[in-house]
Structures are given as structure tokens and as C-alpha cells.
């Protein structure tokens, strides 16, 4: 019989599959990267007598979270766009200070500031959208966390790329040189319908095919976004996007707030996923996604936060608490219950970016991607239903400890593979870089 190398034993278990169930007293046995086995404490110690032991009494211990979309360079313009619409935030604020400050150095500093904060608030996997994703995923393969790249695409130039074929040439690279790392992944990024061309989507669908990744996009974000896309192309967008070979089962809209029932019909028809990020397009006021009528049309949707400079924060476990609340607005209190809005932020994820064979639950054989979650505190007690403090009452500032393949890198909140004395005293010099040239 296989052994384990260590039994983590916790108050609560919530291993997401199946669905709704919590285990008391129960562990979890990992070997190297793997989980092993789960079972009650005193069957799993028996099992496993030579397994290193670590209790944790007052914890659930959970599958880690999966940010399904953000961009996480952008925490160095975290705040710097506050309180405008999406068109003006973008076109008057954010595309014209990428194009004076985005450069590998930014990506490098922003990035390693967003994993630090992904990883104290539980986030052990991100689908990541920015220039220089190289530089990205070689910060994630350092601090090990679970990454995918977004292989980004525009028609315009940028600081990264000259116009679709230098994206698409430095795409193709950045996948050759991740293709076997066993944490980060890619996925082509085409921006949104309106910044890029049939042609270039046309090249993306030919290229996805062959290499076999997702494609993760911002689609129909806002009513304008959709009515501007119709007069311009005489079509709605996912109707564009399907035409030109896109939309499957590794299709990834993110935003849907426009999701009327022939968008849903097309979604679902294709079994492509939606990744919903409330907060963002609550702040940029963009609107509302009828998240329950996508649910219920058999679409999966995962959870984001986008990035920092729209949100303006990663915190995810307060990103599924607005999702579930809003969704129970729009749609009445059993619109999206707690053991579904937790679905949604792990196991949900991990199938809209492919990794659900990988990490999303806690299942034997699957990656050990695991989070404990300290529930005995002010905040959170009594604790009568543990899925309803995990998404109504619980703080990022309660996730303890973090592991990764097996590896822990947050212990009792301890970063053990980032330097955060580093990565602050680099954002602080950022910030204050940023705003003395703003002001000059």
C-alpha cells in the first residue's frame, strides 16, 4: 500500500465533490504533490502511521481558490482609475498609462505584488490576462503557484507587441517555452470582439486547434459594448466569435453581463464556460450578469476578480460573497446557494480552463491544492452551517495556510516562497514613480 508523507487533519473538510458535503474530523493524506486518500482521523492515522501529522482544530480545509480571470500586473494601478465607466477608464486612464509604464520590469513587481496577495486570501490557481506573460509565468513558477497565461492579442500596438502578428508570434513562443511546466499553462487572450480583427480571430481559432489550449476573452461586458458590436458588424458578438471558429468547450467569456437567451442558447449549444466578475463590473457600473439564468441554462461559470486597477482588490473569497449575494437580488434567495457559489470559485474554475482532472476538489489522485481556513474566531462563530460562513462571513484574513502540489507557501500566514518585504518596498517605489510623473 502506497504511504503518505503527511496527514492534514482538520476540524472540517470540504472537499466541493460531491457537492455540499462537509466531513468532521476528518484528514487529508497527501504523498509529494498528490492527495492520497481522505477518511476519518483515527482510520486515516491507522492507514498511514509513519504520515507527519499537522492538526488543525479550529480549520475547514478546502480545495484552493481559482481566480478565473484578472490581470495581475495591473495591481501597480490599483486605484489610479477610481469611479469612471469602463470605455473611459480604459480609453482616458488605463490604456494611456500602460503605454508609458507596462514594460518586463512593471509585470515583473505587479505580478509578484498580486501573487502575494492571491496567496493570502487563498487563491492557489489565476487565469491571468497582460503583456509579457513570459515574465509572468516565470514569477509564478518561483513563488509555485498554478498559473495559466493569457497569450494576449490586439490589433493595435503596444509597449509588448507591434500589431496580430507579432501577439500571435510571441503567443506561440510563450507556449513552446511553458508547454511542460507541470503549474503553468496558456491560453490564447484575445482582448475583447471590438479590439480584435476577424482576421487575427480567424489565426487564434487556427492556432487553438492545433495547440489545444483555451481562449479567454472579455465578452459582452457592457449593453453598449453589444449594440456598438451589432451596428458595426451586423451581428451579436457571440454570433461573430462562433462563425469565426471560437466558441467550444474551451471557450471562456468573461463579463456576460449582456446574456440574453440566445447568447445563453450559443453558450450552452457550444458547452463554453463564463467566468463572472461582479465586483468589477459593479464599480465600472457596466451592469449586472443574470448569473442564475446562465446557471440554469447548464452553463458553467466560474468566478473572477479582474484586475486590481478595476476592483480594486484579488480578494476572491469577497468576490463569491458578492456573487452569491447579487445573484439571490436579481433572482430571489435560492437563486445560487452557498455550496454552489463555492463551486463556482474552485471546482468551476478549474473545468473552464481545463484543469478539473488537476486540481477544483479534493479527490485522491488529484493535485494537492489545498487551503485552511480558520473558522473559530469572532467573525465566524457560532458555526452552524460551515458553507454558509465560508461565502457569507469569512475573511481572506482567516485563510491560515496554503499549499500547492504539496508544497506550503503560506504557513500561519507566512509567505515561504515570496519576499514581502521585497515586493512592497518595489510597489511603494512604483507608486511614488507613477505619481510624480502623472503630476509633471
Not at 356 to 372: N, R
Not at 410 to 436: H, K, S, Y
Request: charged share 25%.
Amino acid at each position: 500500500m502506497p504511504g503518505a508523507d503527511l496527514l492534514i487533519e482538520a476540524r472540517w473538510i470540504v472537499p466541493v465533490e460531491p457537492s455540499r458535503q462537509v466531513l468532521e474530523d476528518h484528514a487529508v493524506a497527501l504523498r509529494g504533490a498528490r492527495i492520497q486518500a481522505l477518511g476519518p482521523v483515527e482510520a486515516m492515522r491507522a492507514r498511514f502511521p509513519q504520515a507527519r501529522r499537522l492538526r488543525l482544530e479550529r480549520h475547514a480545509l478546502l480545495p484552493g481558490l481559482v481566480n478565473a480571470h484578472t490581470h495581475l500586473a495591473m495591481n501597480l494601478l490599483r486605484g489610479y482609475a477610481d469611479d469612471l465607466p469602463l470605455q473611459s477608464w480604459l480609453t482616458e486612464r488605463i490604456w494611456p498609462a500602460e503605454t508609458r509604464w507596462v514594460s518586463e520590469e512593471f509585470v515583473r513587481d505587479g505580478t509578484r505584488l498580486a501573487l502575494t496577495e492571491s496567496l493570502r486570501g487563498g487563491v492557489t490557481c489565476v487565469n491571468d490576462m497582460y503583456f509579457y506573460p513570459e515574465v509572468t509565468g516565470q514569477v509564478a513558477r518561483q513563488a509555485g503557484m498554478r498559473a495559466v497565461l493569457g497569450l494576449i492579442v490586439l490589433d493595435f500596438p503596444t509597449a509588448y507587441a507591434s500589431g496580430p502578428e507579432e501577439y500571435l508570434a510571441k503567443a506561440v513562443a510563450v507556449h513552446d517555452a511553458f508547454r511542460d511546466d507541470p503549474l503553468v499553462g496558456t491560453a490564447f487572450a484575445p482582448h475583447a470582439p471590438y479590439t480584435v480583427s476577424d482576421r487575427a480571430l480567424e489565426r487564434i481559432a487556427t492556432y487553438q486547434a492545433e495547440l489545444d489550449i483555451p481562449i479567454h476573452m472579455h465578452v459582452n461586458e457592457t449593453a453598449a459594448e453589444v449594440r456598438e458590436h451589432l451596428q458595426r458588424h451586423g451581428e451579436r458578438p457571440l454570433e461573430r466569435l462562433d462563425r469565426l471558429g471560437l466558441l467550444g468547450p474551451q471557450f471562456i467569456a468573461v463579463h456576460m453581463v449582456v446574456a440574453e437567451a440566445a447568447d445563453r442558447e450559443r453558450l450552452a449549444a457550444r458547452s463554453a464556460h463564463v467566468v463572472h466578475c461582479p465586483e468589477s463590473n459593479l464599480k465600472l457600473g457596466s451592469g449586472l450578469c443574470p448569473v442564475a439564468e446562465i446557471l440554469g441554462a447548464g452553463i458553467n461559470v466560474a468566478i473572477g476578480t479582474d484586475g486590481a486597477a478595476s476592483n480594486n482588490d484579488l480578494d476572491l473569497l469577497g468576490e463569491t460573497r458578492t456573487a452569491a449575494l447579487l445573484a439571490k437580488g436579481l433572482a430571489g434567495a435560492r437563486a445560487l446557494p452557498a455550496a454552489r457559489a463555492l463551486e463556482m470559485a474552485t471546482l468551476g474554475g478549474a473545468r473552464a480552463l481545463g484543469l478539473a482532472e488537476e486540481t477544483g476538489s479534493l479527490v485522491p489522485g488529484k493535485s494537492a491544492d489545498l487551503i485552511a481556513v480558520d473558522l473559530e474566531t469572532p467573525e465566524t462563530l457560532p458555526c452552524y452551517d460551515v458553507l454558509g460562513q465560508l461565502v457569507y462571513a469569512v475573511s481572506r484574513r482567516q485563510v491560515s495556510d496554503v499549499w500547492v502540489a504539496g508544497r506550503r507557501l503560506l504557513e500561519d500566514r507566512r509567505l515561504t516562497t515570496i519576499d514581502l518585504d521585497d515586493t512592497l518596498e518595489r510597489a511603494v517605489w512604483w507608486q511614488q514613480r507613477i505619481a510624480r510623473e502623472t503630476n509633471t
